[in-house]
């Protein structure tokens, strides 16, 4: 286990699915949010991860993963007849975004999977080191 | 005279392995979701007959310092198993690669990184034995 590298490559894991739930979040969150013009209406946001390897003298050093950037869907909006609401634009159209909660649930579950295997990572890193630092006393 | 180096050799070797295997294997699952990330491991038998030497089990001296001179200081016999040791990942021939280019089986890189615990464990009590035996033999009790 040497220094403490394994800790920073779960940790990036856990750091950068955390981004992921976030986004799931924002998006189902936001899901029925309205607007008056399609351009203003809430875009669903998704990560883009990416691994960034390290190295020293030569020798590969781990990669972790980092949030290379958030994206917007570039999704047209759905645009609903509901000319009583304050929203409405001349027309009496809203516009809402066009997220798939199907999709947004199956990605919150696939990022909480991934989260946990990070997690678990670390605390067998943390059993062995301790396991390590006992080393000779019997 | 006993070599202590040479007594701790294969488990500190293996020791040492098995963290830095932990590490890569920690990797591929941190990274179980980046598109285009290729699943690496290290072959670790060839690893550690690397951080032996050329003997194998490091029994051989070949690697050792040659001392010509009676105040030359000798190397440790044997090569060090706690140098660096030159690690060359390879990449996993996947089962089935996802769409987006990934190569992480997340059930089969879990299966490695409980195996690899194990032997880390493993390693540790071998080492743990030796060090009592060492001790009892010190102690004379």
Known sequence: ????????????????????????????????????????????????????RGEINGQETGAAVVVKEVIESGRAPNSRYEPSNPLADANGFVYTPDISTVEQITDMVSASRSYQNNIEVMRTARDLMMATFRLGQG | MLDLDKHFAVHAAALRLSAQRSEVIARNLANADTP??????????????????????????????????????GGASGSDPLSGIPLTTVNRIPLAPALDGNTVDVSLEQAEFAKNSIRYQASLNFLNSQMRGLMTAITGQ
């Open chain 1, 1 to 52: 286990m040497s220094s403490f590298r394994i800790f920073d490559i779960a940790g990036s894991g856990v750091a950068a699915q955390n981004v992921r739930l976030n986004t799931v979040a924002s998006n189902l969150a936001n899901s029925s949010s309205v607007s008056s013009t399609p351009e203003g209406t809430y875009k669903a946001r998704f990560p883009v991860f990416e691994a960034v």
């Open chain 2, 36 to 73: 285009n990330y290729k699943a690496a491991d290290f072959d670790f038998r060839k690893a550690l007959d690397n951080a032996l030497g050329s003997g194998g089990l490091g029994m051989s001296d070949a690697g050792a310092l040659r001392t010509t001179q009676r105040l030359h200081i």
